[in-house]
């Protein structure tokens, strides 16, 4: 079993919402700090937003800054991502992470997802 798996994704169009969700299947791996990524066919994985398990450190790249809002359920093993405002530009294959420890900040993660894709048409 995928220690996170991902849900949520679709089409959408350019200017909706879309709430993205990843379950860990662990409950060690949902304590841990989470993040999402994107990923473009033929682009590099760009990493978008991060929340530690206190939720008190909370990394957001610039692109994604003030449309996507990341936040977790602890009780439940979910972390999700809040997405509005989409754009063109936002479609891709959307992975979760995490890793143990460390600042949200760092990009370096152990565990990820299969990924669920969004497409934003105009």
């Known amino acids: 079993q995928a220690p996170l798996v991902e849900s949520g994704g679709g089409l959408a169009q350019v200017g909706a919402s879309l709430r993205l969700t990843c379950v860990a299947s662990?409950?060690?791996?949902?304590?841990?700090?989470m993040a999402w990524f994107r990923q473009t066919p033929g682009g590099e994985r760009e990493f978008l937003a991060a929340i530690n398990w206190r939720e008190n450190d909370i990394y957001y790249t610039t692109s994604v800054k003030g449309r996507f809002t990341i936040s977790r359920d602890n009780a439940k093993n979910t972390l999700y991502l809040q997405m509005n405002s989409l754009k063109p530009e936002d479609t891709a294959v959307y992975y979760c992470a995490a890793r143990p420890k460390g600042r949200a900040a760092q990009p370096e993660y152990d565990y990820w997802g299969q990924g669920t894709q969004v497409t934003v048409s105009s």
């Open positions: 662990d409950r060690t791996i949902s304590l841990y700090t």
